[in-house]
């Protein structure tokens, strides 16, 4: 099995037991092996699920954090900028959060995804 595979199962069954920052731990190794084999597959996976820890632990800015370290590897993962358009709006950094909202806007607009263009438009991102 992959290391970061691995890495990144036992962090989820650690936050599944409420232990978030064992998890994170778990894919701060991740993330450092990942690097070091220059996996850009598992470092926007595990980047991404980082930042849903963070995000669950109410730890904005750091989940805001690492979420753009993830962007890099996939711009156009609709989860990741509907995400960071959230937090971003969350954190009072509403120029951001429309870029983001924006973004978003697009790619699920190219992918078809009627149910994230709804909730997009119900929350004003829509099309002007």
């Not at 650690?14 to 701060?28: C, H, M, P, R």
């Not at 995804?113 to 099309?127: E, H, I, N």
Request: hydrophobic fraction near 35%.
């Amino acid at each position: 099995m992959n290391k970061s595979r691995k890495l990144l199962e036992q962090a989820l069954e650690l936050a599944g037991n409420g232990e978030l920052d064992l998890a994170l731990q778990k894919l701060g190794e991740g993330i450092r092996s990942a690097k070091e084999d220059d996996d850009r597959h598992w470092l926007f996976l595990l980047h991404k699920n980082a930042g849903v820890l963070h995000e669950q632990a109410g730890q904005l800015t750091m989940a805001k954090e690492s979420y753009e370290l993830a962007l890099p590897y996939n711009k156009s993962d609709t989860y990741l900028l509907y995400a960071l358009g959230d937090i971003c709006r969350r954190l009072g950094e509403n120029a951001l959060a429309t870029k983001y909202f924006e973004s978003c806007y697009t790619v699920a607009t190219d992918t078809h995804d009627s149910d994230l263009l709804a909730t997009l438009s119900k929350s004003g991102y829509g099309p002007k």
